[in-house]
């Protein structure tokens, strides 16, 4: 008589204790990387930001004294502020609202003021008396405002992220009334830190010698 003995095999598996277990680690692990990655991503961000603050405020440092440096000349203009002649680029003996632009603080902004005419035929002439008593801008603005055929262009560039400012403006000219020198100082806030600036400059390409003070034009054209 044969016997045959069955033969069991058992497999073993995973309690619930040991799936609950492993369930905990595993969350807090995927929270720990998950934080981590947050983490990464906005470090990224604000490092970009940064970036993108250092281009802005270097590009604007060197727009101010470049603009500043090749200007024709310069005019004292109401509160502090100046306009410079940029060049008689028609030849016609005149200082039109096209070849002006308009350094202008605005509580605690500097503005840099252009005006682009469709025609420049058209711009409007001023004397430099109009210009230093505030009338060019006043006029070349409102201009901008009723017409499609100018446009008040501020060439200053706005950071998008806004983290930094130009505030604390001042301008001095010196050796009136050829005005050829400048100072501009300006606290600069990038990422909430703040940096005074300071810019000393000779105008290289001064038409002095073409302004008349008395008639308030330039006597002659200034190709060079």
């Excluded at 990387?33 to 970009?48: D, H, I, Q």
């Excluded at 405020?57 to 090749?70: A, K, P, W």
Aim: proline share 3%; net charge negative; charged share 20%.
């Amino acid at each position: 008589m044969y016997r045959y003995a069955s033969k069991h095999v058992w497999r073993k598996g995973f309690t619930l204790v040991e799936l609950l277990v492993a369930l905990t680690v595993s969350s807090i692990v995927l929270g720990a990387v998950g934080t981590l990655a947050f983490a990464m991503g906005a470090a990224n961000k604000s490092l970009e930001q940064a970036n993108k603050a250092q281009v802005y405020s270097r590009f604007s440092t060197l727009l101010l004294r470049d603009t500043l440096r090749y200007a024709r000349q310069a005019f004292v203009t109401p509160d502090g502020n100046i306009a410079l002649w940029k060049a008689d680029n028609n030849s016609d003996g005149w200082i039109d609202g096209s070849e002006l632009i308009f350094f202008r603080v605005a509580g605690q902004d500097l503005h840099l003021h252009e005006f682009a005419f469709t025609d420049p035929e058209v711009a409007p002439v001023f004397t430099i008396a109009e210009i230093e008593d505030g009338t060019a801008y006043s006029e070349l603005s409102q201009l901008a405002s009723n017409s499609t055929n100018v446009d008040n262009r501020q060439t200053l560039p706005d950071c998008p992220e806004d983290t930094f400012t130009i505030s604390e403006v001042t301008f001095t000219i010196l050796d009136p009334p050829a005005n050829k020198y400048l100072n501009l100082t300006y606290k600069l806030t990038e990422n909430g830190v703040a940096t005074k600036y300071q810019v000393n400059t000779r105008l290289r390409c001064s038409a002095d010698n073409l302004i008349d003070y008395i008639a308030g034009t330039i006597v002659q054209d200034d190709d060079y």
